[in-house]
């Protein structure tokens, strides 16, 4: 592959690794988790197709973690909602992680519409 082609391929990862960071910076100022998913949603049309997996297992993190942080804050009261919300702590570290590694392999995510990590 050609030196051109690389940094293209590479400037194409940015925005899908600058979704993650926002993602993880969001465990400490929530807002950057908004920010992240509108850059998923803007992203998505134009990236290649392995990219595509990125975005759209960025965007269901943010809906499917804020279902479970709802829950947790819902049940907050109860020990329940305690472990609840470590769990999405956990779940968003771990899917953020993985999301991290295949990008930076260039592969796509295997399972994208996955629920789990």
Known sequence: MTEAANT???AGKGPA??????Y?????????????????YVNQEDAPDW??????????????????????????????GV???L????????RCAKGFKYLDREQAVPNPAGWWF
């Open 17 to 22: 690794r600058i979704v993650y960071i926002l």
């Open 83 to 85: 472990i609840i919300i």
């Open 24 to 40: 993880l910076v969001s465990i400490f100022i929530g807002i950057s988790a908004i920010v992240g998913l509108i850059m998923a």
């Open 51 to 80: 990219l595509k997996t990125h975005y759209r297992f960025q965007i269901r993190t943010f809906w499917i973690g804020a279902l479970y942080l709802f829950i947790g804050v819902l049940f907050a009261q109860f020990f329940i």
């Open 87 to 94: 769990f999405w702590l956990l779940w968003l570290i771990v």
């Open 8 to 10: 293209e391929k590479a």
